[in-house]
Nanobody, 125 residues
Framework: QVQLVESGGGLVQAGDSLRLSCAAS????????MAWFRQAPGKERDFVAA????????DYAVSVKGRFTISKDNAKNTVYLQMNSLKPEDTAVYYC??????????????????WGQGTQVTVSS
């Protein structure tokens, strides 16, 4: 079992940067594929970024590619999302998620077994 706790959200201005952290507990973290999803008010939960369990591959939504970077530190049981050049449309609750399912399913929220409680990111214009 994996427990996830996000931190690092906040209120920033357009163009600013934030780094989200997701601290994990549990023996399976090092073998879990990890991802960040986000959900804006009244919208579905959308895929943002994912990283393979060993850090060997990453994937990004088109809307964040080139601005966001996902990384995973197995020694610290933590996954990060570095967010640069933030835009108002990035405003959402950001969720960390873990799965042991196959990598090709990484963009499907229903393939993730464990979820954090979410952290709010608000970008003002």
């Amino acid at each position: 079992q994996v427990q996830l706790v996000e931190s690092g959200g906040g209120l920033v201005q357009a163009g600013d940067s934030l780094r989200l952290s997701c601290a994990a507990s549990g023996r399976t973290f090092s073998t879990s594929n990890m991802a960040w999803f986000r959900q804006a008010p009244g919208k579905e939960r959308d895929f943002v970024a994912a990283i393979l369990w060993n850090g060997g591959s990453t994937d990004y939504a088109v809307s964040v590619k080139g601005r966001f970077t996902i990384s995973k530190d197995n020694a610290k049981n933590t996954v990060y999302l570095q967010m640069n050049s933030l835009k108002p449309e990035d405003t959402a609750v950001y969720y960390c998620a873990a799965m042991t399912a196959a990598w090709f399913t990484r963009r499907s929220a229903n393939r993730y077994t464990y979820w954090g409680q979410g952290t709010q990111v608000t970008v003002s214009s």
